[in-house]
């Protein structure tokens, strides 16, 4: 049982959790996550760890409403609990000093990004996000990821806030004015597809941190897997971190997919009920 | 325990066994029929989730232990990796003694109603009875008695909790709490030491609860088994992974004193072979795991799981009839094993075939899986199987299985279950600087089941690769026994 001790939202679809989670408060570092689930009846997801105070012995979570159970989750409030929470999972980011990193995020992949610029910055790096997301109200984070930030560029696709145009404008639009040494890209699986191909155009070596469906999270069913330089990978063990241009989106898009149909319809349920 | 031969010479001439001996001729004990299992009738269990062997009842537990006629040497009792002193408890049984029945097999059995179903008893003390290896009959229904006196102490209300020694504050913990940890823990906590089980997932018990289905072994004989460890002290700390949220070197810092590995052999194979990624294919842990563990296929569990009518299960273990008799149940219309050898090959207990095949399991023996075949949304199709045939025995005894060139055809699938083996756990030994592992990933350890690590001790799966239930408790019992000596040599002092 893991008590929420903070909860805040930050927008319509986004909330951030501050819940108790010593051990895992101590040990964790960026780029790893979590997985939880509510109650005896729920299902296990995975949650990036969007930072931690280990004396206060909590962990920070961000998470986007997409389903039923990010919607339970969302819907506690301070003092109720999670019934379960496991971590942190999954490989550390390889964090090094490399020079200039840029960062592109879309919609809540931007949670996640958080740790890892936040260490990238302490190794020295100079920093330039790319915020992006659909429209103004979904661009999250923005005062977190500027205080690691070197420069931030916000990106909506219909120009509501900052420029308008996609991720990979943003991104192409650093990479032609100066070089860029590493690159690092999470946000919905199609964004990263083409933030990959963006960067692979310029030679830039690129992360990519992978959000497939997952149940156990300690490498022991194979739901998360994919294909990463033509061989067979697990998520959740050997990743969620992976070379991006070495990725097999298209095979990653189709396995999200998986459960469509299920999740649309016990989302329904959800919502009459 | 003295010389073995000894004691069981003096237990068997005990005045009651002397005496239950005689009440019944041996010629008339031969000559009587093995017992048969009461099961649920093929056509309805294979639509529920209940346990298909019902039991036995008391009249039928006592005619079946009059057939062991409590050889002087008794042979059975080699075949049983925990030596449970088979005769002793078969004769309490035929006394009416059920409880004392019961309490022989805890002497070296912590939980004989899970072994009691799920041990390859064909395999183990059934394939080493005196019926078996001289008179050439049915062996003398072990696992079934076994079975019949653990349920009959669980339900009758007076299951005594073992008596533990004085704490003596000593911390000790394990890594997994599958069979392996769980028969630790509980000779470890006899003893008087302080014992926590760490576990990764929301639920304790490993492959009993994740993996291997209700039908078999209901969750509830488990749980009971669980809650008798804590009430006798053990510590069970859930969503817990070592390695992750601490180290072993974490925990030592916490006054661990020593420790079990009884991680698994939880990692599943693929065939690596083209479009086994396809939506529908998943592993067999995958699969359980979702029905078992996470509910998938009730309505009112949020976790979902496919459900297919054309059902493919790869694989010819318990692994595989497991998770296509749960395929079946959950409603396929075709649920078939694909094995590359033939039926006599297959490693899964015999019973389970038997009850595979009456639950109109189709059999595709000697058939190879080659590559999948998705529609366009990435869903599994089709799939292209070889027919095989057997050559030579390879390494394993067992004879080679050859692919037939051009013999290749297709099956209509949607969904697709590979169970083809797991592989250990890699997890603690890649944490643990200094612990020494074979190339296949097991932990090496020595007759004492310790490793190269002088505070860490291993068994179960995770040293032997996948194996069974009762040689992982075996090795618990084994472990607790060593680490004991260890400490008491090196700490205690
Ligand atoms: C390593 C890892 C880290 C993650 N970190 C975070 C995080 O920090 N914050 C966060 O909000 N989410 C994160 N996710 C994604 C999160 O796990 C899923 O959003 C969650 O499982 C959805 O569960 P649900 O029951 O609410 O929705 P479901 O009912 O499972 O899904 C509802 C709808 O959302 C779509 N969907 C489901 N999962 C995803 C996904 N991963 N990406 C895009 N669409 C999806 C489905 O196709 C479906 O249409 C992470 C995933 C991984 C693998
Ligand atoms: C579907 C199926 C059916 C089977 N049927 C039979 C049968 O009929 N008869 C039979 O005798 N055998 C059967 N077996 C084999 C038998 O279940 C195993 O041999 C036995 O469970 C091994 O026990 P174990 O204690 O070594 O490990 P497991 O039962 O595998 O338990 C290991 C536990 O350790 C946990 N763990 C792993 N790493 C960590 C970590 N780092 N930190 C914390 N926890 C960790 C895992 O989550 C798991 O719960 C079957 C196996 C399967 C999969
Ligand atoms: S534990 Fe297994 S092998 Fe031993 S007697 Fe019981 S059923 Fe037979
Ligand atoms: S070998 Fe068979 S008959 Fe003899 S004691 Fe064992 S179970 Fe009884
Ligand atoms: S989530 Fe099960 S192996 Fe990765």
Redesign the pocket.
Known sequence: MNKIVEKEQFSEN?FKLVVEAPDVAVNRKAGH?VIIKLGEKG?R????I?GSDPERGTID???????????K?TALNVGDTITDLVGPL?QATHIEKVGTVLAACGG?GT??MLPIIEALKKAGNRIITVLAARTKELIILEDQMRQFSDEVIVMTDDGSYGTKGLVTKGMEDVINREKVDKSFVIG??IMMKFAALTTKKYNIPTEA??????VDGTGMCGA?RITVGGKTKF??VD??EFDAHQVNFDEMLMR??A??DE??R??EAYLNN | MENITDYYKSERAQDWRTEIRKSVKVKERTSMERTKMPEQEPTVRNKNSLEVNLGLVEKIALKEAQRCIDCPDPTCVKGCPVSIYIPKFIKKIEIGDFLGAATVLKETNTLPAVCGRVCPQEKQCEAQCFYTIKLNQPPVAIGYLERFAADYERNSGKTAIPEVAKPNGIKVASIGSGPASLAWSADMVKMGYDVTVFEALHEIGGVLKYGIPEFRLPNSIVDFEIDNLEKMGVKFVKNFVVGKTATIDDLRAKGFKAFFVGSGAGLPRFMNIPGENSIGIFSSNEYLTRVNLMGAAKEDH?TPVIIGKNVAVIGGGNTAMDSVRTAKRLGAERAMIIYRRSREEMPARLEEVHHAIDEEIEFLNLNNPVSYIADDKGRVQKMLVQKMELGEPDASGRRRPIPIEGSEYEIEVDEVVVAVGVSPNPLIPATVAGLETTKWGTIVVNDDLQSSVEDIFAGGDIVRGGATVILAMGDGRKAAAAMDKYITEKIKK
């Open positions: 986004v996550f299902e997801i995975p949650l990036t969007a979570l961000v998470i986007q409403r997409v389903g039923v159970t990010s919607h989750l999954g809540v949670a996640p919905p699986a941190s992978l959000n497939t469906i997952m998360c998520v959740c990743g969620p999200l997919g459960y469509k999740e649309v016990a989302f | 949020d």
